[in-house]
């Protein structure tokens, strides 16, 4: 079974700069996630998609960030205008819908953004 | 909130010695309990999981216990080896969300 596949793997940018980020998750996950992981903490998320509506945004700094999952499968997070302090790891994660029982959130390898 | 605290690393151990990398959480109800691994340059992977309490999660030689008393996931194994060095993260799960700690690096040298 393939897993989350994420890409770019690396991207530097200068602030102020757009930048945007691919995810495809493992197939057949209705739910996915991105996360934030700033260097030394663990990672914090952003934005969850059910199919193509957003369940919970609450994180997200909406006047910058955008996130969208058209068609319930492939997601991209943009980012823009970027500020120095976006430098991080942005992780996109999949997992069944938990209709019962405890399921399991599956992690792509991650993007490292660098803001100069 | 609910959160999760993890002993500040990085943990330096030798090959064969024993492990334990020390986990509490606060949360409101019964979460459910990870330890996730971040091995050098890839994403988090599920190390084991515990859904109540008493459980024991195991997986490669690592265990963790479900300690409700004490709202404790202590991350152990009897026997590190240097493909062990990582970063450890342990987690929470408050109803759809994932709570992460802030990692614990742990670095084993022959």
């Known amino acids: 079974e393939a897993g989350v596949a994420q890409s770019p793997r690396y991207k530097i940018i200068e602030k102020r700069q757009s930048v945007a980020f691919w995810c495809n998750p493992i197939?057949?996950?209705?739910?996915l996630y991105w996360y934030q992981q700033i260097l030394g903490q663990g990672p914090k998320l952003l934005i969850q998609?059910?199919?193509?509506?957003?369940?919970?945004d609450s994180q997200l700094p909406k006047d910058r960030f955008s996130a969208e999952r058209l068609k319930g499968v492939d997601s991209t997070l943009k980012i823009q205008p970027a500020k120095l302090e976006d430098s991080a790891v942005y992780l996109c994660?999949?997992?069944?819908?938990?209709?019962?029982?405890?399921?399991?959130?599956?992690f792509g390898p991650g993007t490292r953004l660098t803001v100069l | 909130g609910d959160s999760v605290t993890q002993m500040e690393g990085p943990v330096t151990l030798s090959e064969e010695a024993f492990l334990t990398i020390n986990c509490t959480y606060t949360?409101?109800?019964?979460?459910?309990l990870f330890w996730y691994v971040q091995y050098p340059g890839e994403g988090l992977q599920l190390l084991l999981k515990?859904?109540?309490?008493?459980d024991k999660g195991s997986n490669k030689g690592f265990e963790a216990t479900y300690r409700k008393e004490t709202t404790s996931f202590h991350l152990e194994k009897g026997s590190v080896q240097v493909s062990d060095s990582a970063v450890y993260f342990c987690?929470?799960?408050?109803?759809?969300?994932?709570?992460f700690g802030t990692g614990t690096r742990l670095q084993v040298f022959p």
């Open positions: 994660a999949s997992s069944n819908t938990p209709t019962s029982g405890p399921y399991t959130q599956y």
């Open positions: 197939s057949g996950h209705a739910t």
């Open positions: 998609f059910q199919n193509n509506g957003v369940v919970d």
């Open positions: 949360a409101t109800g019964y979460p459910s």
């Open positions: 515990a859904t109540k309490a008493d």
């Open positions: 987690a929470l799960r408050s109803t759809d969300k994932l709570i």
